[in-house]
């Protein structure tokens, strides 16, 4: 408790020459030094409340907070929005940004982003042109499509499919696809926020053609599918053929409409990915709109596709909402730049796709590199482990990829403790807890990211010595 009392104040750490020279190094305000240095009190002063300095001098008080600060303020806490190393083995993962960019994707945003550009302009004429012509081609070529539009995600098209077609109307939609993905997505919240009333058909395990038939009526404007992966229920279940539902619409008059989720754009059945749709596949059924997502499947940034019928698409162009849900210059280059390389044959240049085609044999090959440069691991066992990575993004946790990693233990800490201390690093490394052990998988992760997780679990090793 003594300790407590001790605390040195906060304008005499100010002065202490390390946090100048860190303030005028990383050239951050006097504000953000004086943030960081009562946040780093705060941390210790809860220690010491835990009894974990017992044995600390009031000088070393002094030094670890100064340490603290410096560590905070490398670890560019200055921004909110930090870049991470993803060990998880989660390939998409919702909470770390989805799809990390193609290099060249992200030269052609830095590119687009410092020069002014043609997002509304037409080189030729002078004159006006329209940001809907900068990606229109590259998907209507991917996936057959007669048109094309992009917002902001997929949860937006959706909403703009239904407000634009729906409104005051009513769409019919299995029960069985009424889930929730990726635990925030909800159709039937996304369509009463759009005025569009759900009719729900069928059971949750099946729907027939006769259900969809017997709840058309006057008020029906639309039928719409939402593609949920099959991994919800497996067995006794049955859908709708989607050309089946396309011919029921057309007879009456409806649109058809599906939610697609991931917007696969090729065969990736050799990975295991059976259950999702491929996008020009379902547009040769004769559907009339699909939406998917970007950043999931396709490996780009965060929007959302709307592809189908010219005369639907042109009508969605002119809606009003086409302006709110519009992107920006950077999302088309991003996207842009996706779609070329997959135009072009050169999907193993997007990380998304690369991580999901590597076989787990690479995998392992770099794993056993990473080891043999491992060197005085007293304090830390660091193993080869076989894993299992998952694609992830909401909508296939069912799919997992064989995959290959390291174990990491420790005599004195657990397995969390270490995942929080790996978590501090200059560049936090996010990790797996299995079994009291700390995971780290392989695929998602580049070589200097290795380098880095190489230097974390050295410090970390001689830290415990
Ligand atoms: C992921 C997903 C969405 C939401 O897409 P966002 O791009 O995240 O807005 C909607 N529908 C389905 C079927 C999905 O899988």
């Keep these: 408790m003594n300790l407590l009392r001790n605390i040195p104040p906060i304008?005499?750490?100010?002065?202490?020459?390390?946090?100048?020279?860190?303030?005028?190094?990383?050239?951050?305000?006097?504000?953000?030094?004086?943030?960081?240095?009562?946040?780093?009190?705060?941390?210790?002063?809860?220690?010491?409340?835990?009894?974990?300095?017992?044995?600390?001098?009031?000088?070393?008080?002094?030094?670890?907070?100064?340490?603290?600060?410096?560590?905070?303020?490398?670890?560019?806490?200055?921004h909110n929005l930090q870049p991470v190393i993803n060990g998880t083995g989660t390939i998409l993962h919702t909470n770390l940004g989805r799809a990390r960019l193609a290099p060249q994707a992200i030269d052609h945003v830095v590119n687009s982003a410092s020069y002014y550009s043609t997002l509304e302009y037409d080189i030729t004429t002078g004159k006006r042109g329209s940001r809907h012509d900068l990606v229109e081609q590259y998907i209507t070529s991917l996936t057959g499509a007669?048109?094309?539009?992009?917002?902001?995600?997929?949860?937006?098209?959706?909403?703009?499919?239904l407000s634009s077609f729906a409104k005051n109307y009513e769409a019919i939609v299995s029960r069985g696809e009424l889930v929730e993905i990726g635990g925030s997505f909800r159709v039937s919240s996304i369509m009463e926020e759009s005025g569009t009333t759900l009719k729900e058909i069928g059971t949750t395990n099946k729907t027939h053609l006769f259900d969809y038939e017997q709840a058309i009526h006057n008020e029906t404007k639309m039928i719409?599918?939402?593609?949920?992966?099959?991994?919800?229920?497996?067995?006794?279940?049955?859908?709708?053929?989607?050309?089946?539902?396309?011919?029921?619409?057309?007879?009456?008059?409806?649109?058809?409409?599906?939610?697609?989720?991931?917007?696969?754009?090729?065969?990736?059945?050799?990975?295991?990915?059976?259950?999702?749709?491929?996008?020009?596949?379902?547009i040769n059924k004769g559907v009339d709109l699909v939406s998917f997502s970007v950043d999931k499947l396709l490996g780009g940034p965060q929007a959302g596709v709307i592809a189908g019928k010219k005369k639907y698409i042109d009508t969605l162009k002119k809606h009003q909402l086409a302006r709110v849900l519009r992107v920006d210059k950077m999302t088309y280059a991003a996207l842009e730049e996706t779609l070329r390389l997959t135009l072009t044959n050169q999907v193993e240049q997007i990380p998304t796709l690369r991580d999901i085609l590597k076989d787990s044999n690479t995998v392992q090959d770099e794993?056993?590199?990473?080891?043999?440069?491992?060197?005085?691991?007293?304090?830390?066992?660091?193993?080869?482990?076989?894993?299992?990575?998952?694609?992830?993004?909401?909508?296939?946790?069912?799919?997992?990829?064989?995959?290959?990693?390291?174990?990491?233990?420790?005599?004195?800490?657990?397995?969390?403790?270490?995942?929080?201390q790996l978590r501090t690093c200059s560049i936090p490394i996010i990790v797996r807890v299995e079994n009291d052990s700390v995971m780290i998988d392989f695929r998602t992760l580049e070589r200097h990211e290795q380098d880095e997780i190489r230097k974390a679990l050295q410090e970390l090793n001689n830290r415990l010595k």
């Design 11 to 78: 304008h005499e750490l100010l002065n202490d020459n390390r946090i100048v020279v860190e303030i005028k190094q990383h050239n951050i305000s006097y504000e953000e030094a004086k943030q960081s240095l009562q946040d780093s009190v705060q941390s210790v002063r809860d220690e010491i409340l835990n009894d974990e300095f017992s044995n600390f001098s009031v000088d070393d008080l002094f030094d670890l907070i100064i340490e603290k600060t410096i560590k905070q303020i490398e670890q560019h806490k200055i």
């Design 146 to 161: 007669e048109s094309a539009i992009v917002v902001n995600n997929n949860a937006a098209a959706v909403y703009m499919v």
């Design 224 to 282: 719409m599918k939402v593609h949920t992966s099959n991994f919800y229920m497996s067995g006794f279940t049955s859908s709708v053929d989607r050309k089946d539902l396309a011919n029921l619409a057309h007879r009456h008059n409806l649109i058809y409409y599906e939610d697609l989720g991931s917007g696969l754009l090729y065969d990736l059945s050799g990975q295991g990915i059976t259950d999702e749709p491929i996008v020009k596949d379902v």
């Design 367 to 420: 794993v056993m590199v990473f080891l043999e440069e491992l060197r005085d691991f007293e304090q830390l066992i660091v193993e080869p482990c076989e894993m299992k990575s998952k694609v992830g993004g909401g909508t296939l946790p069912e799919v997992e990829l064989d995959s290959f990693g390291i174990k990491v233990k420790c005599q004195v800490q657990t397995a969390e403790q270490l995942s929080q």
